[in-house]
């Protein structure tokens, strides 16, 4: 028997996400308080797309656009497509920038196809949802905080990506300061050499563990928990601005890392007042997103995620 689409349109709001946080390589992420706006409906025929703020006049009107792509290859793993889609994009996380705009956009596009079909988020539920997004952005850590909220760690296993979320503290203060220069992940994962040294690989697993603990126990230990030797040495020498601003706020003492991979600066810990970017930067302070990527209307009706799930499996 075919699919029953629903007609009325549907919602989702899609977290910014900051994945690595230092040590935490394709691994570890964090859902932040700046959203992009989605909403899709049925149609009888043709695919369209508009979208407003980051990205209009760039990103494209037709089935080629990355929120449809991810829809089709949804609809696909149910094993059919609607008719006709009309889609629109409220987009307010920046694009190529490090806070995870790409996830944002793959992660809307699976919860919308859930919607849109009776049954659909039993059909596919999170944990498929996880594993779609994670296979069409190719790394899992910003799929996971994206879909799931809060804090998340997740991996890939033989049946593809998993995570689990934890609550963060309440120490924890993000603030990005955004670039005016784009940075494809693409390219900066190109930067990345292909073996690194066991010494760098043992440093990165204690402070990645040490992270864990920081940022849901004891922020007092950001700091150290936050260093890193996988990849944001690789990168300094195609983002120089990230790799100095990372330097200067570590110098007073801030918990800053590379966001994603970049040009963002994430900190995990309070700036000083008197401490100033330049005005290249365009700093922010944004608060822990609790609840992910919460579908309205439709047939996706899970309830907003409390600021605790620990444990939370995929
Ligand atoms: N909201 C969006 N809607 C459609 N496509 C998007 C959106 N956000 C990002 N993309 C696509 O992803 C690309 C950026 O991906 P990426 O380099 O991974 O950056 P980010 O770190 O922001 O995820 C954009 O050039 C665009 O092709
Ligand atoms: N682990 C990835 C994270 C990319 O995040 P994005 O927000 O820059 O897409 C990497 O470091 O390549």
Redesign the pocket.
Known sequence: MGLTFVTAPVSVSTPA????LGPG???LGLALTRYDDLTARVTGSGCTVEVSGQGAGELPADETHLVVRAMLATFDELGERPAGLAVSCVNRIPQ????????AAIVGGVQLARGLVVGGTELIDDAAALRIAARL?G?P??VAPCLLGGFTVAWTGPDGARAVRLAPADGVRPTVFVPAER?Y?AT??AA?PSEVPHRDAAFNAGRSALLVHALTTDPSLLFPATEDRL?QGYRAEGMPGTASLVAALRSVGVAAV?????PTVLALTEVPGDFHPGAHWHSEVLGVDGAGAVVKGGMVEHAERGPVAAGRKS
């Open positions: 996400t900051s994945a690595n390589f394709d691994t190529a920038r490090g806070m995870g705009s790409s996830s952005e790394h850590d910003n940075g992940t900066a994962r990345l990849h590379v966001s994603g991979a970049g």
